[in-house]
């Protein structure tokens, strides 16, 4: 999927919402467990089917499937050929954070792009260029770029500052990856929680799409995100797990998060209209 399609989907849904699929089998409604063979990927799927028409994208996170070892990952890859048979407009990122030296990150590379169909997959930057680029070989797939995280760690190493330059790790980050991909094969990931800093983010990469994690649950704001935020292909993809998937613990739980997801959608279409993007 090109960024020009991307737009395309925003604009014709008014969305530029990512639903995280960060499905914990201790936190998914008890009673499939009693009613399904298959809870986990019932659940996803009936989240899926709840909330495609809302969304552009979906965000299954690894960890969950990985902790539940091969049927885990069974569940996660029936999911991607949910998704990608049933609703092709979603773009699809694997929530993987990967980041080895070449030829590990090539194997890695070769899992989501070679054997899934998904379209993007996170990976982290610590190890620099070597590490990224084996992703960026694989025609009309992304890169999703750890940049700057919503995470108290984030203090850590993300906001040192060059003792000559006063350039923070993060700028550093962006300004260095623009030599390694494209607007149309690299996005960045930046946290809702900080979203004042999207004015800094925005200097260095203007017209790159971000994936916004922390709205929702996290406390993250969706104005303030679209206030800094917003270019004029909208790019933002603004991500929302807990909120919406475990919005109910009962029968109800995919009418709940259909409800969940359209409060999102319908304040997006606002700020799209606002800004005359649709």
Not at 124 to 132: I, K, L, Q, T
Not at 156 to 181: H, P
């Amino acid at each position: 999927m090109t960024k020009q399609e991307l737009f395309e989907n925003i604009q014709r849904k008014k969305s530029f919402l990512c639903v995280g699929l960060d499905t914990d089998a201790t936190k998914i409604p008890e009673f499939l467990f009693d009613t399904s063979d298959d809870p986990i990927f019932t659940f996803n799927k009936a989240i899926i089917d709840a909330t495609a028409d809302l969304c552009v994208a979906y965000k299954p996170n690894l960890a969950f499937y990985e902790s539940l070892g091969i049927q885990g990952w069974d569940v996660f890859e029936r999911t991607v050929d949910y998704i990608r048979t049933n609703y092709p407009d979603q773009f699809i990122i694997a929530d993987a954070k990967r980041g080895d030296i070449g030829n590990t990150s090539a194997m890695y590379a070769r899992t989501f792009f070679g054997n899934m169909d998904v379209d993007s997959v996170t990976v982290a930057p610590y190890m620099g260029e070597d590490s990224v680029t084996p992703f960026l070989t694989y025609e009309g797939k992304w890169v999703t770029l750890l940049a700057l995280t919503s995470n108290k760690g984030a203090f850590d190493f993300q906001f040192m500052r060059d003792a000559e330059t006063g350039e923070r790790l993060f700028e550093k980050v962006l300004k260095t990856s623009l030599n390694w991909g494209t607007e149309d094969t690299m996005m960045y990931v930046v946290g809702a929680t900080k979203a004042e800093m999207l004015t800094d983010v925005r200097a260095i990469i203007p017209n790159h799409f971000l994936l916004v994690p922390g709205v929702g649950a996290q406390g993250g704001s969706l104005e303030e995100v679209c206030k800094y935020g917003l270019n004029e292909s909208c790019g933002l993809l603004v991500n929302s797990s807990r909120q919406i998937i475990y919005a109910s613990s009962e029968a109800d739980y995919a009418e709940a998060a259909r409800r969940e997801a359209i409060a999102v959608q319908t304040e997006m279409e606002f700020i799209l209209k606002q800004n005359e993007l649709i």
